[in-house]
């Protein structure tokens, strides 16, 4: 949502953090690259102003924040949190050409007894599935939600897929359906050892 061509402008970085742009910038040609990895947290988080259509109200987006650590590692400025938007993070798998999905702070989530995806947007009374180009649209934007019990267990320990809660593993596999994208690698919290690699 950051991209200078594809992002929420004026509410964008200067550059083209795509993969794209890591091709122009490294100067390596398009046709060396054969994956691409799109890394996503399992809930949204945004920096700054901009459209934000799934972003918890203040009190839960307070605790979310707490619970994810979600203060800018240089500046400790604090992030906005929301529910995982599929929507934004399908435009960004079809921009991208992106062959994986990398799931980072699942267990963030842990403790949550329910847990919402954005499958959809509302505008003027129509769904939308795609992300409008339009700034003046993407400020009026309602996110159709579905909703998924959580898990309320720590997810911490499992070093596997199948090592994790069964309606963790529903969500993820929602999250790959909706996103068109499989998912490659799941972690469940800060350590190195708690990365779960799919095969």
Known sequence: ?????????????????????????????????????????????????????????TEFGDQMRQLGGEYGATTGRPRRCGWFDAVVVRMAAMINGLTHLAITKLDVLDTLPEIKICTA???????????????????????????????????????????????????LRRISELTRTPISLISVGSKRSQTIFME
């Not at 947007?121 to 992300?131: A, L």
């Open 1 to 57: 949502m950051l991209d200078i061509d594809f992002g929420t402008y004026p509410y964008v970085t200067s550059s083209n953090p795509t993969a794209g742009g890591a091709c122009t910038g490294l100067g390596v040609g398009p046709t060396r690259i054969d994956r691409v990895l799109g890394v996503v947290k399992a809930y949204t988080t945004r920096v700054g102003m901009g459209p934000m259509p799934t972003e918890f109200d």
């Open 121 to 171: 947007y509302r505008y003027q009374g129509r769904v939308m599935e795609h992300y409008p180009a339009e700034l003046w649209i993407q400020e009026q934007l309602e996110p159709v939600y579905e909703s998924h019990p959580g898990w309320l267990c720590s997810t911490q320990e499992a070093h596997s897929f199948d090592e994790l809660p069964e309606n963790a593993r529903s969500y």
